[in-house]
């Protein structure tokens, strides 16, 4: 279970740890599996001479490559998300560091390539240049749903950014819970 979000409740200047969010090691330990097993279908298929040798190759190389990478992005020691008193710290998407002043909601919604997504609505006037920079980077994404586009009406006057949070070590409710304490939440000032 996370603590409280740093700086709620605690009196001003007074400095908390960090809530780092990583990513699930089982969740890609899973997503693994399929890959190492096109690369054991394609090394038996060469072995055994059945079949096309590049074919074989190919899913060898596809298979070891996701294999390799989904236990790397699992097993990273480095967090996905830090949440602190200045902002939100997000690696995937590389959005680097948003502070709270520049988030003016979130929401939470499914997403056809990401199961779950957490939506950020993005004060542009908040950021600084290479901050709005990679927000402007990561608008346009591939994890948009009913849900999202219905967030994003709602949000009407704020870019939105999606950041896939289904390989997370932590539910979305929690994840949602901590955030709410910190931000203002649907377009309403804080």
């Known amino acids: 279970m996370n603590p409280p979000l740093p700086g709620a409740g605690a009196s001003p200047g007074a400095e908390a740890a960090a809530i780092r969010i990583y990513a699930s090691r089982l969740k890609h330990a899973l997503l693994a599996l399929p890959c190492g097993y096109l690369a054991v279908v394609g090394w038996r298929s060469l072995a055994t001479g059945m079949g096309d040798s590049s074919l074989a190759l190919g899913l060898i190389a596809f298979g070891l ?22 902002g939100l710290h997000c690696r995937r998407p590389p959005l680097g560091f948003v502070p709270w002043a520049a988030i003016a909601g979130i929401g939470l919604g499914r997403a ?66 901590i955030l709410e304490s910190e931000i203002r939440y649907d377009g309403a000032p804080a």
């Open 65 to 86: 490559g996701g294999a390799v990478v989904l236990l790397a992005m699992g097993f990273s020691r480095q967090p996905v998300l830090t949440i602190d008193a200045g």
């Open 112 to 177: 056809p390539l990401a199961r779950t997504a957490l939506i950020l609505a993005i004060d542009e006037r908040a950021l600084t240049p290479e901050a709005a920079e990679r927000v402007k980077r990561e608008r346009s994404s591939l994890l948009s749903g009913p849900e999202a586009n219905r967030y994003r009406g709602r949000m009407a006057g704020y870019p939105t950014v999606p950041i896939s949070i289904a390989l997370l070590a932590i539910t979305p409710r929690e994840l949602r819970r």
